[in-house]
């Protein structure tokens, strides 16, 4: 099966620099996504990784090691509207099928 | 706009009872995704569709059932309803069946009472 493990929840100033953390066990790992999800809202890409390394885009870098099973979400400059959910999710495919699992989620909360 | 359109936004109806979902992926994509997501819940993968065939399948109960129609819209039927169904139901398509970012809908709010 597959198993996706990311901290429940985050604070951070308004300003400052956050990383997201994110580890994974999963077969047939076909690559690794961020979202961001605001409260009631519908999940939005952020970032895509198939290989290993930085992914840099804007304010947000998605980083990659596969063979730790291991990501992260780097958010510089943060902002207020940045406080909304994470989350991760894996692509991996096997038997003919594809799928895409999530994990829960980490809620990110940015204080003044 | 994500360019995915669920319908209807908001549903309420008692325990018992079914409805069904519609979601209209974004044009050109062929994959279509449902999710739900409860309360304090991530979101839970229910089932795949590619090109109109069953792609792959996760936790969906067998009150629930779902298509994809030759247009490439889906729907989702829930049957039976039980309390522990409300939830958010999102529907997600993508250009093909793997590799590539997908892209969700509003969702739909179904709430059992």
């Known amino acids: 099966g597959q198993n996706i493990d990311q901290p429940t929840e985050m604070t951070a100033t308004e300003g400052a620099i956050v990383q997201i953390n994110c580890t994974y066990q999963t077969s047939g790992f076909n690559g690794l996504f961020w979202y961001q999800q605001h409260a009631g809202e519908a999940p939005t890409f952020l970032s895509y990784n198939v290989l290993d390394g930085l992914e840099e885009k804007g304010r947000f870098s998605s980083f990659l090691s596969r063979s730790k099973g291991y990501s992260y979400l780097l958010l510089k400059e943060l902002q207020m509207k940045d406080s909304a959910s994470y989350l991760c999710a894996i692509a991996y495919s096997g038997a003919g099928s594809y799928q895409l699992t999530f994990g829960k989620g980490t809620k990110l909360s940015v204080i003044p | ?113």
Do not use: M
Request: charged share 20%.
């Open chain 2, 1 to 113: 706009d994500s360019g995915v359109t669920q319908t209807p936004k908001h549903l309420i109806t008692a325990t018992g009872q079914r409805v069904t979902l519609r979601c209209s992926p974004r044009s050109g994509d062929l994959s279509v995704y449902w999710y739900q997501q409860s309360l304090d819940q991530g979101l839970q993968f229910l089932i795949q569709y590619y090109n109109g065939e069953e792609r792959a399948k996760g936790n969906i109960l067998e009150r629930f059932s779902a298509q994809q129609f030759p247009d490439l819209h889906s729907e989702l039927n829930l049957s039976s309803l039980e309390l522990g169904d409300s939830a958010l139901y999102f529907c997600a398509s993508s250009v093909d069946g793997g590799g590539t970012e997908a892209f969700f809908g509003q969702g739909t709010r179904l709430t059992v009472v």
